[in-house]
Structure formats: structure tokens, C-alpha cells
């Protein structure tokens, strides 16, 4: 993969750049800005560059049609008040626009074209409409990790016209993978919730080979908890897992690698009730796991303090509610902790874990905290990524 960053006669060049600018909005306002903020370093080093830039990405799943509610007018409008420097959005149909010409009718540095899942051609990954879309540039930038898992027009196909680099994010992003499943120092920890095991089984497999440690939380902890003989009351958990979970017990003693599950957990009735702490056996049939226990925590701590390397995927928790969001927090201060003491390297990814960092203001604090969902998992999985092959 060429970066971008050792690129130095962009002057004046028309630089196609991919980014994912799928930030949550509420009636046309951004709720969270995280995604905008991490490739503000792409956008001035081009600017610094003095590069015309021509931002491609998109918002939502319009499906190939125009949704006024899905514009990125309001991306516009962030970038532009970040960027201190005029954002044009520009919402003529791409395949009205000529040529690369047609951006020396504005007098912006910066635009941006309208969302690209507007056009059916994007997921289709239509190469004649890629094709299109390159002649509006001269070069071609994939900042946009988060969505290289995905074979679209914007992703793969464009490559094949322009010369082609990855953005100083994404570069980032495969970095800091690479630290957790290549360039190891061990001992090396997974942390790793969700409330399916069946999504993630093939990360959980590709990792355990080259992890000490698989520590198992949040909803799939459940099934681990209900196969050693314990009842987890009206607990989230997934059915029909306990081949899924021998599978998982199996091979991580081939590979010693230790499998820790919660020994004590947190219940309450319903999402809304007060918690109580329990041991395994003491759980009720009407009751629900909502977080783990104090014991558990400890140990979780201890087995942070032992490692050098840590991978975080997926609250411990019902984090939304701050009764059962105590376990989480434990988690993220210990990881805290150990970096600012320069003890460990930390990579934390997945939706809910970025929004409980968020939350307590401690996205900083980690060495790396990705964005990315499918692409961060497949990539964990060790699959090849569309967007990184064309890269490549």
C-alpha cells in the first residue's frame, strides 16, 4: 500500500478521496462527530499540500434513490466550521459532471459530492460508473477503513482508473490491527462481548492461536455461563451454541490460550430495575445478567496488569443504564491506567465500546480506538478487505 503522506507535489492536484463520513444524525444535526474528527489529518495535509480535494461518502442506506433526510449537507457544514475553510457541496448528478474541469468553476479548495449510495451503481460496484467518477480526479485516497470491507464502485473499483493511496487514517487503522494479530508482544489479552457468539466465532477462532488470553463478556458470556451448569434466568444469550462453545473450549486448550468467563454477575428484573450482585448459582429464573460482578472484575483487572498488548471488543455490560455500566468502566480505567504508565498498547473497536468511551470522555486514552464495525472484525477474522487489495 503507497500512503499519501510521502506524496509531495499535490500542488493543484484534484485528489479523490474516500472517506466515511457516516456520522448518527437526529432531524439534520450530528449526534456524534467521531468519524469527521479522525480524518481531519488527511484533510490538512492535503490542504497544506494545496491539493483540490473531492470528498466521496455517504450516510445512511438510501438504496440507490435520493432521501433528502440522508443529504450531507450538515457533514458539510461540520467540516467547514473544523476545517476553518469553505465546504461546497456539490448535488448535480455525478453523471452530468463532465469532467475534472467543472471544479474550476468554484473558487473552494474543498468539495464534496453529494451522498454516493444515492446512485444504485455505488453498491453494485458498477465499473463504468467508477470509471466515471475518476475522471473528475487525477489521484484516488481510501481514508475510509470502516467501509473497505465492503466491494463498492467508491472502494474498488475506482482504484483500477488513478493512481491509488491509502489516507493517513486508514493507515492508522492497519497499523494498529497489524500490533494485535502480527507484530505481537505478549502476553497479549482479548477482551470481547456482544450478545452473539455465532457473529464472532471466526474472529474468536483467528485470534485464540495468537492470544494468551480470551476474556468473554456481555450477552454471549451467557452461554458459557448456561453450558457449565448454571441457569442465567430470562438473560439475552443465543440458542443452539453449545457446539459453537466446545468448539471455542477445544481449541483454546490446543493453543493454550485461557478462556475466562464471568465467576459473579449482576442481575436485576428488567433493564430499568436496581442491581444486585450474585454468584452463578444464586441467579432466578425471572432474573436477568446485566453486568459482571466484583470478583469477576478483579480478575479481569489482574489478567490486564499481567499483559502488553490488549484488544477490547464490546462492553461488559448493559452499559446504557448506569446501574450495570460499573463493570465497563472498571475495564477502561484499568486499560487507562496501564497506558499512561506505558505498560500495555491498546486497541479498542466496535459500536457500543466507542460510545461507552465517549461517555466518559476517554476516547484519548487509548492507543488506538477504531470506528470501525464489519471492517474491524473481518479483518480480525483475517480476511482480505476489498478496499485494502485494491489498495495493494
Not at 508482544?185 to 466465532?201: A, L
Not at 485464540?208 to 434466568?233: C, H, Q, R, T
Not at 466518559?360 to 477504531?370: D, G, I, M, P, R
Amino acid at each position: 500500500m503507497r500512503s499519501i503522506i510521502n506524496e509531495k507535489n499535490l500542488n493543484n492536484k484534484k485528489i479523490l478521496l474516500r472517506l466515511d463520513l457516516n456520522v448518527p444524525l437526529d432531524k439534520g444535526k450530528i449526534i456524534d462527530t467521531t468519524r469527521i474528527d479522525k480524518i481531519l489529518p488527511t484533510l490538512d495535509f492535503l490542504i497544506r499540500q494545496k491539493a483540490k480535494i473531492i470528498i466521496l461518502s455517504h450516510v445512511g442506506r438510501p438504496r440507490g434513490k435520493i432521501v433528502k433526510e440522508l443529504s450531507l449537507k450538515p457533514i458539510c457544514e461540520e467540516l467547514q466550521k473544523k476545517l476553518k475553510k469553505k465546504v461546497k457541496l456539490i448535488s448535480e448528478n455525478i453523471k452530468e459532471i463532465i469532467n475534472k474541469k467543472f471544479f474550476n468553476n468554484y473558487n473552494e479548495d474543498i468539495f464534496v459530492l453529494e451522498n454516493i449510495r444515492f446512485y444504485s451503481e455505488e453498491e453494485q460496484n458498477d465499473n463504468k460508473f467508477a470509471e466515471l467518477i475518476s475522471n473528475l480526479g487525477d489521484i484516488y485516497v481510501n481514508d475510509a477503513f470502516s467501509c473497505s470491507h465492503r466491494a463498492h464502485a467508491s472502494i474498488y473499483e475506482i482504484p483500477k482508473f488513478l493512481p491509488s493511496f491509502s489516507g493517513l487514517q486508514l493507515n492508522l487503522e492497519v497499523n494498529a490491527l497489524n500490533k494485535i494479530t502480527s507484530e505481537i508482544t505478549r502476553p497479549i489479552t482479548c477482551v470481547i462481548g456482544g450478545s452473539k457468539i455465532s457473529t464472532k466465532i471466526n474472529v474468536i477462532k483467528n485470534l485464540i492461536p495468537k492470544f494468551d488470553n480470551l476474556i468473554i463478556v456481555g450477552g454471549m458470556a451467557n452461554n458459557f455461563i448456561e453450558y457449565f451448569g448454571n441457569s442465567v434466568g430470562k438473560s439475552i444469550k443465543e440458542k443452539n451454541c453449545d457446539k459453537i462453545v466446545e468448539e471455542i473450549i477445544s481449541l483454546s486448550k490446543k493453543e493454550k490460550c485461557k478462556i475466562i468467563y464471568p465467576e459473579d454477575v449482576v442481575v436485576s428484573k428488567d433493564l430499568s430495575g436496581s442491581p444486585q450482585k450474585k454468584e452463578l448459582s444464586e441467579i432466578l429464573t425471572d432474573e436477568m445478567i446485566l453486568d459482571i460482578g466484583p470478583k469477576t472484575i478483579e480478575k479481569i483487572t489482574k489478567i490486564i496488569d499481567n499483559s502488553k498488548t490488549i484488544l477490547w471488543n464490546g462492553p461488559a455490560g448493559y452499559f446504557e443504564n448506569p446501574n450495570f455500566a460499573y463493570g465497563s468502566i472498571q475495564i477502561a480505567k484499568k486499560i487507562i491506567e496501564n497506558n499512561k504508565a506505558n505498560k500495555i498498547y491498546s486497541v479498542v473497536g466496535g459500536g457500543d465500546t466507542v460510545s461507552l468511551l465517549n461517555n466518559l470522555n476517554a476516547v484519548n486514552e487509548f492507543n488506538f480506538v477504531s470506528t470501525a464495525g464489519g471492517a474491524f472484525l473481518e479483518y480480525l477474522e483475517g480476511k482480505n478487505l476489498p478496499g485494502i487489495t485494491a489498495l495493494n
